[in-house]
């Protein structure tokens, strides 16, 4: 597989629809997505000085962050909406030439920031509720 270009990492915010329909989050400059797999600790005496894991025992997350320049597109504007309603809301994060994760995430911080000789930026926080999918491209 052959590099990939970091401004094809998409965020994309569903409407709700049937059929549901993602639009693409305006002005985004920078996008992690970290995959979360919490491990249950199982050491006991009988193990010895080896740590032992429980496995398939913890909980299972994704986080995903992001920041960019304010543009006032009607996505900004979606996801502050979605930021004072505090709701779950389908999401897709397309990584290029590899796949599309979709689920359903809460807007957990929502940053705007500016310097007084620069452009208006803001940064954001989504984590994962329930499963999410995952299907190559």
Same mark, same amino acid.
């Given at each position: 597989?052959? +590099?990939?270009?970091?401004?094809? /990492? /998409?965020?994309? #915010?569903?409407?709700? +629809?049937? &059929?549901?329909?993602?639009?693409? #989050?305006?002005?985004?400059?920078?996008?992690? #997505?970290?995959?979360?797999?919490? #491990?249950?600790?199982?050491?006991?005496?009988?193990?010895?000085?080896?740590?032992?894991?429980?496995?398939?025992?913890?909980?299972?997350?994704?986080?995903?962050?992001?920041?960019?320049?304010?543009?006032?597109?009607?996505?900004?504007?979606?996801?502050?909406?979605?930021?004072?309603?505090?709701? /779950?809301?389908?999401?897709?994060? /397309?990584? &290029?030439?590899?796949?599309?994760?979709?689920?359903?995430?809460?807007?957990?911080?929502?940053?705007? +920031?500016?310097?007084?000789?620069?452009?208006?930026?803001?940064?954001?926080?989504?984590?994962?509720?329930?499963?999410?999918?995952?299907?190559?491209?």
């Amino acid at each position: 597989m052959a +590099a990939q270009k970091g401004s094809a /990492l /998409l965020m994309k #915010i569903g409407n709700a +629809a049937s &059929p549901e329909v993602f639009t693409t #989050i305006g002005g985004m400059r920078s996008t992690s #997505i970290s995959m979360n797999d919490e #491990i249950v600790d199982v050491t006991n005496k009988d193990s010895g000085r080896q740590r032992e894991i429980l496995a398939q025992g913890g909980v299972v997350s994704m986080t995903v962050s992001g920041s960019g320049v304010f543009t006032d597109s009607a996505s900004e504007t979606t996801l502050e909406s979605k930021f004072d309603q505090s709701s /779950l809301t389908n999401y897709q994060f /397309l990584v &290029p030439d590899f796949g599309t994760y979709t689920g359903k995430f809460m807007l957990t911080t929502l940053e705007y +920031a500016g310097e007084f000789n620069g452009e208006v930026t803001y940064s954001f926080t989504f984590e994962s509720s329930g499963t999410i999918t995952f299907a190559t491209v």
